[in-house]
């Protein structure tokens, strides 16, 4: 089991510039989330997905950010604008969706806007 | 609303001393609770789950953690601590008829000096 995959693994870009992470979750779990990790916030649940429809999307920040599954083997979040402030590790996790099953975490994305 | 509570932010401990990092959350119904490790520049891993049964679970690398439903506290505790136990320590939630939402504590950064 290859776990979930996170591309790419560091950004770095310009404000104003759209930048667009990946996330491919682990073979059948149908329950995907997209968390940010910073200092001063911690990890923050942006959104989650179960079954490839989106199910709680209170914290995505704002507008900018928009976050889409396709299918039940691919997800994608994008910042459009980007700003300094969404300077972050993004971690896409998935599970089985049920109660009780824990959450698989990707590597991250390492995201920096300057 | 819903939250998770860890009271240290930072803890620094000598190898072999023992570790207690607590955890507090706000739900007054069914819950499943679990411990989750980050070591440094790593992803989040699974350390421990609570979902029913004997309130006493076992984790990997010899960390427990102790389910106390009338504190609403889920603490974990290590009798010795090794210097690859540095790292930061995430406790987490998923609540009953939220469709696998996973809420996270602001983290213990855990420093064991050699």
């Known amino acids: 089991d290859a776990g979930v995959i996170q591309s790419p693994r560091h950004e770095v870009t310009e404000m104003g510039q759209e930048v667009t992470l990946r996330c491919k979750p682990i073979s059948g779990h149908n329950s995907l989330f997209w968390y940010r990790q910073t200092m001063m916030r911690g990890l923050e649940l942006l959104i989650y997905f179960n079954n490839n429809v989106p199910i709680d999307d209170s914290g995505m920040p704002e507008d900018r950010f928009s976050a889409k599954m396709p299918n039940a083997s691919f997800s994608t979040l994008k910042i459009q604008p980007s700003e300094p402030r969404d300077s972050a590790v993004y971690f896409c996790?998935?599970?089985?969706?049920?109660?009780?099953?824990?959450?698989?975490f990707g590597n991250g994305t390492r995201l920096t806007v300057t | 609303a819903q939250s998770v509570s860890q009271h240290n932010h930072h803890v620094i401990l000598s190898e072999a001393a023992s570790l207690e990092l607590g955890c507090n959350y706000s739900?007054?119904?069914?819950?499943?609770l679990f411990w989750y490790v980050q070591y440094p520049g790593q992803h989040l891993q699974l350390l421990l789950k609570?979902?029913?049964?004997?309130?006493l679970v076992k984790g990997i690398k010899g960390f427990e953690a102790e389910f106390i439903k009338s504190k609403f506290s889920f603490n974990l505790r290590k009798p010795s601590v090794q210097w690859s136990d540095t790292a930061e320590y995430f406790c987490a939630v998923i609540l009953y008829n939220q469709g696998g939402k996973l809420i996270f504590g602001q983290g213990t950064e855990l420093s064991v000096k050699p």
């Open positions: 739900y007054g119904g069914t819950v499943n």
């Open positions: 996790a998935s599970s089985l969706g049920q109660q009780n099953s824990p959450l698989h």
């Open positions: 609570y979902f029913s049964g004997d309130p």
